[in-house]
């Protein structure tokens, strides 16, 4: 089983930036690729990002190419999530997930990760 916490959310105005943080109560973190995805009101969860087990492999959706940077600490157990040059349409509840490495490699898609958070709210302001 995996336990997986948020942090860092907010709100923030257009243009600027937050750190999110996602902290994982696990044996061995390195067996899991994680993904960052999100949901706005009225809206599907969509794909943000995630990144390879190892951190070497990592994938963006084009939304958010430039702007976001997805990292990760195996040492602590924790990936984050840079958001910069925040837009409005950024707004969203963001989730953490977690897919088990050896399935396969890193996915967009909500239905191959195993393990969510319980999400945090980013709130951008005009």
């Known amino acids: 089983q995996v336990q997986l916490v948020e942090s860092g959310g907010g709100t923030e105005q257009a243009g600027g930036s937050l750190r999110l943080s996602c902290a994982a109560s696990?044996?061995?973190?390195?067996?899991?690729?994680m993904g960052w995805f999100r949901q706005a009101p009225g809206k599907e969860r969509e794909f943000v990002v995630a990144?390879?087990?190892?951190?070497?492999?990592?994938y963006y959706a084009d939304s958010v190419k430039g702007r976001f940077t997805i990292s990760r600490d195996n040492a602590k157990n924790t990936v984050y999530l840079q958001m910069n040059r925040l837009k409005l349409e950024d707004t969203a509840v963001y989730y953490c997930?977690?897919?088990?490495?050896?399935?396969?490699?890193?996915?967009?898609?909500?239905?191959?990760?195993?393990?969510w958070g319980q999400g945090t709210q980013v709130t951008v302001s005009s």
């Open positions: 997930a977690a897919r088990k490495a050896i399935t396969g490699p890193i996915m967009a898609q909500a239905a191959s990760y195993d393990y």
């Open positions: 696990v044996r061995t973190f390195t067996y899991y690729h």
């Open positions: 990144i390879s087990w190892s951190g070497a492999s990592t």
